[in-house]
């Protein structure tokens, strides 16, 4: 009796990716890969063509997306043991060169570029979130360069107080910040955004230039608590790297 075949399908912004005619025992397989790593099997396909697709372009392009991926990627620089003992003197949300790195962006106040929806239309699709942003973070406010799932209001304004932001406390930790439940974290409970039920889950990673100096995050949250796997974080971290490309290149 001939096999049935069915193609394994996901989308990422406009583009449909196939993975035709899996047999029972690879669709099997697949099936417990995704399980293992806590994912339905499109958001695992989904994750392993993104991080393909980062890897590819930073080992092997010789494009100038691939040569400044590989460079980025070089120029990531690791917190020392002074930069650590100085944050408890002063946060890095209110550093001086970090500050003028912002301004250098020119973004702040910038109009809307399709580039940058297209981007945060990525992000969205591919980690199957109602909302996500590029933002610009100054010691003062926070800038939305893209946004997809903001409240009427800010969407309007694209800017907030920068103690009503989240990613103010993703700038000062310097790396990837997580967050399942924002109602039992410690830092976050008594947030507004948390106790008006806006951002209850969040993943954001700061956007860095060649000097380490954090300029903005790209994150993305939720209104309901949520498991972010380490696909999850992974796939964010990977599209970070694009963005990095489109500010700073």
């Not at 100054?138 to 907030?160: C, H, M």
Request: proline share 4%; with cysteine.
């Amino acid at each position: 009796m001939k096999a049935e075949y069915s193609p394994v399908c996901t989308n990422i912004g406009e583009m449909t990716i196939g993975v035709p005619e899996f047999d029972d025992r690879l669709d099997a397989i697949l099936g417990q890969q995704a399980e293992k790593a806590g994912e339905s099997v499109d958001g695992y396909v989904r994750r392993a063509v993104v991080t393909r697709l980062v890897q590819e372009l930073t080992d092997r392009d010789d494009s100038e997306l691939g040569q400044l991926l590989r460079h980025l990627k070089a120029a990531q620089i690791e917190p020392t043991a002074a930069a650590e003992e100085s944050s408890s003197i002063e946060r890095a949300l209110d550093d001086p060169d970090r500050l003028a790195a912002v301004e250098r962006t020119g973004l702040l106040d910038s109009p809307k570029e399709d580039s940058y929806d297209r981007l945060v239309a990525m992000v969205v699709d591919a980690l199957q979130v109602p909302s996500a942003a590029v933002s610009l973070i100054d010691n003062r406010r926070q800038f939305y360069k893209s946004a997809v799932g903001l409240p009427v209001e800010l969407e309007e304004a694209r800017e907030l107080p920068v103690n009503d932001s989240i990613c103010q406390y993703t700038i000062d930790g310097g790396q990837l910040l997580v967050v399942e439940d924002a109602r039992v974290h410690e830092l976050l409970k008594d947030h507004p955004a948390v106790l008006n039920k806006l951002a209850v889950s969040y993943m954001g990673v700061p956007l860095k230039d060649d000097q380490g100096h954090a300029v903005g995050t790209l994150c993305v949250w939720d209104e309901q608590p949520r498991e972010w796997t380490v696909g999850h974080q992974q796939i964010l971290q990977d599209l970070a790297w694009i963005v990095r490309e489109r500010i700073f290149g």
